[in-house]
């Protein structure tokens, strides 16, 4: 694969650097929670950093981001922006890091495209050089959105294989992070109206989101933080059923009351009737 494939690939079928940005403000809530309950100098790391629309989000924050990409390519853009990455492997970065030094470990869409065993050592590694309260953002394509599990995950030649969040969500608390929250990103806000709105409405994306532990305050302020998107397809099959018993529902009290007033016509102009002929025959009788 020459160097310039990927980030071609990028641009075709993920989207421009301001779609990415706009997708990753779902991540908004979680920086503020970093800048309010953990550091007022907190570093980040992006691993997979491809063009850098995440260090520009963490910039934007004052947070200080690095990011790590093995592609020259995709890191020409971070270059051409003059953001701060490094060409090379995230993980044998992150071990060259002290312990207890980062407020964000990030990898968006990239466990996708490793082995288990990386992946054991990418949560280990993220685990120790986390600070109290640091927070490890894995986002990756969800297995529930049919249309991602059944085709577009495919599109990507590096990927290995879906991971289900229920998975990932279990793995993380294992290796010892204090909370796990999987919320769904990058889905359409519109509430499904057809068929193929049902089958591709849940969240094409979602992330598991790790604390390491903290204080009781910062472990609360996390739980409190929303979350938004259809993660499951059978979140998003209630709230197509939902939507639909509520349209149902008003159809149904529409047609009773159409029928109210169609009965109360034709019975108004029987009644009219009566009256016409009984003010015809008064007029006949007292002519």
């Not at 570093?43 to 997979?48: T, V």
């Not at 993220?126 to 995950?153: D, M, S, Y």
Request: hydrophobic fraction near 35%; charged fraction near 25%; aromatic fraction near 10%.
């Amino acid at each position: 694969m020459d160097n310039d494939f990927y980030r071609a690939f990028e641009d075709r079928f993920r989207g421009s650097r301001d779609e990415i940005k706009k997708r990753l403000e779902c991540y908004k809530p979680y920086l503020k929670f970093i800048k309010n309950y953990n550091d007022n100098s907190p570093l980040a790391i992006d691993i997979g950093c491809g063009r850098g629309e995440w260090l520009e989000i963490l910039s934007s924050f004052n947070i200080k981001g690095t990011g790590i990409d093995l592609d020259s390519g995709m890191l020409k853009a971070c270059t051409e922006m003059n953001l701060d990455v490094l060409e090379g492997d995230g993980i044998s970065y992150l071990k060259n890091i002290e312990s207890d030094s980062i407020s964000i470990v990030s990898a968006f869409h990239v466990i996708e495209h490793i082995s288990f065993e990386q992946l054991t050592e990418l949560v280990n590694e993220a685990f120790r050089v986390l600070k109290r309260g640091g927070l490890l953002i894995l986002e990756t394509p969800n297995p529930e959105n049919i249309i991602v599990g059944i085709n577009n995950f495919y599109l990507d030649p590096t990927h290995e294989k879906p991971i289900p969040h229920q998975f990932l969500k279990f793995f993380t608390k294992y290796h010892g992070f204090s909370q796990s929250v999987a919320i769904g990103v990058n889905g359409n806000s519109e509430e499904a109206i057809s068929s193929y709105d049902l089958i591709s409405g849940v969240s094409p994306d979602y992330a598991i989101i790790s604390m390491k532990e903290s204080d009781e305050k910062s472990e609360k302020n996390f739980r409190n933080i929303s979350r938004i998107g259809s993660l499951t397809l059978h979140e998003h099959c209630e709230k197509f059923d939902q939507r639909y018993k509520a349209i149902y529902s008003d159809m149904d009290e529409k047609i009773v009351l159409l029928s109210e007033i169609i009965s109360n016509s034709i019975v108004f102009r029987i009644e009219r009737k009566i009256l016409n002929v009984i003010f015809g025959l008064k007029s006949k009788i007292f002519k």
